[in-house]
């Protein structure tokens, strides 16, 4: 270590406001996350990284399965916008789901207007990438995925992949009568054993096989 790094570094050791700022990161963590967690409604086996960032949790709903990446944002209305999971989404890190927005008036600087809430809802079985967006009053179908770095405005239709800013769809991922048949299934509504007693045909099976094993 360089002479200038090592005061460097003792600059910091010895600094009290640097204390005090670790109890203000300490601070945030317990109204971000810690305090939130309390309010959240969970399924079973929901996961997510110590550092993601929830508001109004008692607005959120998450469903058996879900996993949210690190340093997302998951921040429901402070009146009436909820946001729903479905089973099994998949949140990439820094992925932003937002149920508020603020008013636009024009002369009012945003933050002093009244919000303007709307729910969202991210479907089972989805995936959205790094660094996604999806703003408030937007369902996220179930199936879809949502390529990183897509800022979602609209509604994005179950099954498909969307990318890009605005979010529009690639492509479906599977066909509409797979899509038919895999709501005919509805997995989402097996009860907990009965999903992990299936696991092995979750991951292995191709979207059709598995059409084909459980609709009949
Ligand atoms: C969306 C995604 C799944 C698409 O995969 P894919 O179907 O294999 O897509 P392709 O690579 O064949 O690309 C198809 C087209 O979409 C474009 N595209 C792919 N991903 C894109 C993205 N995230 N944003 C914008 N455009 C994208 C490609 O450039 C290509 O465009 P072109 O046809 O004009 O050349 C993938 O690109 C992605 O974003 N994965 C998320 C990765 C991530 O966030 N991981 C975090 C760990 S959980």
Redesign the pocket.
Same mark, same amino acid.
């Not at 390529?147 to 897509?150: L, N, T």
């Given at each position: 270590m360089t002479r200038r790094r090592a005061l460097g570094a003792l600059a910091s050791v010895v600094d009290p406001r640097v204390y005090l700022h670790a109890l203000r990161l300490l601070h945030f963590y317990g109204y971000a996350h810690v305090r939130q967690v309390r309010l959240l409604t969970r399924g079973a086996d929901v996961s997510f990284a110590p550092n993601v960032s929830f508001r109004n949790a008692e607005r959120i709903v998450i469903g058996a399965g879900t996993h949210i &990446?690190e340093y997302s944002m998951i921040w429901a209305g402070n009146s009436t916008g909820r946001i729903t999971f479905g089973e099994k989404a998949?949140l990439?890190?820094r992925v932003t789901v937002t149920a508020s927005d603020y008013g636009m008036q024009a002369g009012t600087p945003p933050m002093d207007q009244p919000k303007i809430e709307r729910d969202v809802h991210i479907g089972a079985g989805t995936?959205l @990438?790094? @660094?996604v967006v999806v703003v408030a009053g937007v369902t996220v179908g179930d199936g879809a *995925?949502v @390529?990183? &770095?897509?800022i979602v405005t609209k509604d994005v239709p179950a099954y498909t *992949?969307v990318? @890009?800013n605005p979010g529009r769809v690639?492509?479906r991922r599977v066909s509409e009568a797979t899509e038919e048949k895999l709501r005919r299934i509805a997995w989402w509504d097996w009860s907990h054993d009965l999903l992990r007693e299936r696991m092995a045909d979750f991951r292995s099976l191709e979207a059709d096989a598995f059409v084909a094993k459980y609709a009949g």
């Open positions: &990446g998949l990439a890190p995936w @990438g790094a @660094g *995925i @390529g990183s &770095g897509a *992949i990318v @890009g690639l492509r």
